[in-house]
DNA sequence: GCAAAAGTGTTAATTATACACCCATGT
DNA sequence: ACATGGGTGTATAATTAACACTTTTGC
């Protein structure tokens, strides 16, 4: 390969995806056994090198391919981690990724076996190999800013779902509880969602109706950002 | 150095600083001509390849510090760019990073000449080689989401300074110009600020006030992002 | 009928916006 | 005294936040 620059030393890149998905009312992050030394066996993000042909973002897409069978997700970056001895087994500069799926879409193409992938709530999360914690921390307080100025939900949520449910989802991205009618109003002018003919009765005698995100987002609110 | 991940190719790996002063009531961005082939001579932001025992970030103050003369300054990462022919010398992976500085302190250990560094205003950025206005573009978003969430100032303009600079900082930011009565109490309300004895007479008879960031922010108000 | 969750409405507090007005001072 | 920018005040609109109220329906 053309290489112009001579006598630079070149470093191993990797990057490391943490992958969150919704269930059962709660945030959750798909967390693995590494199978590699150092660190064998302990919980870990999902990663692994860049290879030459490719860019960060095709290495994040094909290594969340892998692990969840899904492809053309929502996903981007965090930050890229370059301590020098954030990974004991080499001098690794990582690019963090953070991926949004729908668990009711999850199906792993690797044996999940083979890699123990999990589901764990993002209020339990345990301690991580090398600097993956500091990844996921980052990683999540970009989700945090992103639900707060847009309708985050299309990507982590099923087909068809209540608003309960999307209040649920957003109490975990902020961690405390929302007011329900003020919740609603707050939706509704976003202008992002339309009512179906459908119910949920589950969780009521009376039901709940289900929503979805309009095909047609062109009279969709955004949140200005600035406010000074 | 210690390696225990064989057959993995590594890559050459680079940072670049969108370094931002302000002066003369304008925001400017320092550029220079590009010492090397490819693109040699072509306006560029100033970078540099990482070396063997520093972090990317410690490679970005090196490079600042270079062109600046300055060290300890504020600077975020943006993003990482990783497309496979961003750099046409080679496949090189960059992080971006974006630097304040304080025009009034700027002192330069490079001469000048050698890289013929220019402070440009925002508004006139040139053509820059390889995907470098990808990267100012994103740098300058990440400025103005600073901006809109924290009193953003200490960094880039002088220890006193009068409301209206203060302003005419902010409309730089936001590329609009905003109401002189509304920001006055806007950015009292967020005590982050302490007036002087001092008044500027320059721009008027009357004079207008100098203010200075309180060493003591304890009390200063951040924006909450969360809006929904 | 009533419990329980869904959904609506009311009010107060806060913040944003537009713009009128007063102030100090060099000429 | 008056023009000029500095600085303050006021009226209105928009948004946020707290919470009371109505609706529906299975039991």
Same mark, same amino acid.
């Given at each position: 390969m053309l290489n112009l620059y001579k006598n630079i030393i070149p470093q191993l890149v990797a990057v490391d995806c943490a992958i969150f998905g919704y269930e059962n009312e709660e945030l959750k992050i798909l967390l693995s056994h590494r199978?590699? %030394? !150092? *660190?064998?066996g302990n919980w870990s993000l999902i990663g692994g090198f860049i290879q030459e042909d490719e860019s960060l973002e095709d290495a994040a897409e094909r290594i969340v391919l892998q692990i969840t *069978?899904?492809? @053309?997700i929502f996903m981007e970056q965090v930050a890229t981690f370059s301590k020098l @001895?954030? $990974? !004991? *087994?080499a001098r690794v500069i990582s690019t963090g990724f953070y991926a949004l799926i729908r668990i009711d879409q999850y199906a792993p193409l690797?044996?999940? %076996?083979?890699?123990?992938a999990r589901w764990i709530p993002v209020t339990q999360i345990p301690e991580l190999v090398f600097d993956h914690n500091e990844i996921v921390q980052k990683a999540f307080e970009k989700l945090q800013i992103l639900a707060s100025i847009d309708l985050v939900g299309k990507a982590l949520l099923p087909e068809k779902f209540t608003l309960k449910q999307l209040r649920s989802l957003y109490e975990s991205f902020f961690q405390r509880s929302l007011d329900p009618g003020n919740f609603r109003k707050k939706i509704h002018s976003l202008n992002a969602l339309e009512r179906l003919d459908e119910k949920n009765t589950e969780g009521s005698k009376k039901g709940a109706y289900y929503f979805r995100f309009k095909e $047609?987002?062109?009279?969709r609110i955004f949140n200005r950002v600035i406010k000074i």
């Amino acid at each position: 390969m053309l290489n112009l620059y001579k006598n630079i030393i070149p470093q191993l890149v990797a990057v490391d995806c943490a992958i969150f998905g919704y269930e059962n009312e709660e945030l959750k992050i798909l967390l693995s056994h590494r199978k590699l %030394e !150092p *660190g064998k066996g302990n919980w870990s993000l999902i990663g692994g090198f860049i290879q030459e042909d490719e860019s960060l973002e095709d290495a994040a897409e094909r290594i969340v391919l892998q692990i969840t *069978g899904l492809s @053309n997700i929502f996903m981007e970056q965090v930050a890229t981690f370059s301590k020098l @001895n954030r $990974d !004991p *087994g080499a001098r690794v500069i990582s690019t963090g990724f953070y991926a949004l799926i729908r668990i009711d879409q999850y199906a792993p193409l690797l044996k999940v %076996e083979e890699y123990d992938a999990r589901w764990i709530p993002v209020t339990q999360i345990p301690e991580l190999v090398f600097d993956h914690n500091e990844i996921v921390q980052k990683a999540f307080e970009k989700l945090q800013i992103l639900a707060s100025i847009d309708l985050v939900g299309k990507a982590l949520l099923p087909e068809k779902f209540t608003l309960k449910q999307l209040r649920s989802l957003y109490e975990s991205f902020f961690q405390r509880s929302l007011d329900p009618g003020n919740f609603r109003k707050k939706i509704h002018s976003l202008n992002a969602l339309e009512r179906l003919d459908e119910k949920n009765t589950e969780g009521s005698k009376k039901g709940a109706y289900y929503f979805r995100f309009k095909e $047609d987002d062109s009279e969709r609110i955004f949140n200005r950002v600035i406010k000074i």
